[in-house]
């Protein structure tokens, strides 16, 4: 069980998508608090790399994998690799995803829509997969802890910009409860984490350079949030402090 605090650690964490954004605020936070980090990327080496500089700046172990979830081939060379250079695997955060840009239903594109799915999808459950045979009790593992990173998209739905998005993000939300129950006697713990309106390059990566000041008004707490504070959340549900959580969706996003 993944333990929380430098004076409990534990096995290594793998954090997919890790290279900017919630994905390197977590990788982050997980290395300050002791813990070896696979800081698995797709493209972006070089911000991956930076990421893992920072933690071990900061004294903590970390690695740069990469890797794309949505191929089965890379999802395996991920979990060897990261078991092998940095110990045992006892906990994961499906963080990698795409959103298949901003766009009506009516104007989504076959290829993009295939391709978000792969990601947010298929590759959550074959990391999930490879996790559960490393840290499941019945496989011979000492148990673990799983998030996986959901949007609030999935309950407001996502109208008018990324409904397809909200769709894939509601799967995790299903997958997440699901695998929490199919595992919960077997050590291993699943949650999911549902940011809201959070301050990273998502939005301008997307062409809505002022989304987080249009939409910030809207939010009870009237701002966005930051990447750290959605980190914060995630590192709670590894921790030995959610010991009796799991398949909860937890939700920061201000109030929204």
């Known amino acids: 069980m993944v333990v929380r605090g430098k004076e409990e650690k534990a096995g290594a964490i793998i954090v997919t998508g890790a290279s900017r954004g919630i994905g390197a605020a977590i990788a982050r936070l997980a290395g300050a608090h002791g813990f070896p980090v696979a800081v698995n990327f797709t493209r972006g080496e070089e911000a991956a790399r930076g990421v893992v500089a920072d933690i071990e700046s900061a004294g903590g172990r970390a690695l740069a994998i990469q890797g794309?979830?949505?191929?089965?081939?890379?999802?395996?060379?991920?979990?060897?690799?990261?078991?092998?250079?940095?110990?045992?695997?006892?906990?994961?955060?499906?963080?990698?995803?795409?959103?298949?840009?901003?766009?009506?239903?009516?104007?989504?594109?076959?290829?993009?829509?295939?391709?978000?799915l792969a990601v947010n999808v298929v590759g959550t459950i074959l990391c999930?997969?490879?996790?559960?045979?490393?840290?499941?009790?019945?496989?011979?593992?000492?148990?673990?802890?799983?998030?996986?990173?959901?949007?609030?998209?999935?309950?407001?739905?996502?109208?008018?910009?990324?409904?397809?998005?909200?769709?894939?993000?509601?799967?995790?939300?299903?997958?997440?409860?699901?695998?929490?129950?199919?595992?919960?006697n077997e050590g291993i713990r699943v949650n999911a984490v549902a940011p809201g309106l959070i301050e990273t390059d998502l939005h301008a990566t997307n062409g809505a350079l002022d989304r987080v000041e249009r939409l910030s008004p809207s939010i009870p707490m009237q701002r966005a949030g930051t990447p750290q504070e959605v980190a914060e959340g995630v590192l709670w549900l590894l921790s030995s402090?959610?010991?009796?959580?799991?398949?909860?969706?937890?939700?920061i996003g201000g109030g929204r």
């Not at 998005?165 to 997958?175: D, E, L, P, Q, T």
């Not at 010991?243 to 969706?249: A, E, H, N, R």
């Open 68 to 116: 794309d979830v949505a191929r089965e081939e890379d999802v395996i060379r991920l979990f060897e690799t990261a078991s092998r250079e940095l110990g045992p695997v006892q906990g994961l955060v499906n963080n990698a995803g795409i959103t298949g840009g901003f766009a009506r239903v009516e104007e989504v594109q076959a290829d993009a829509l295939s391709r978000m």
């Open 128 to 184: 999930a997969r490879e996790a559960v045979r490393r840290m499941s009790l019945r496989h011979g593992g000492t148990g673990g802890a799983i998030v996986n990173i959901s949007s609030l998209a999935s309950r407001t739905g996502g109208t008018g910009e990324w409904v397809h998005y909200a769709a894939s993000k509601g799967a995790i939300n299903s997958f997440t409860i699901g695998l929490a129950r199919e595992v919960a």
């Open 241 to 251: 402090a959610a010991s009796y959580t799991t398949g909860t969706i937890l939700e």
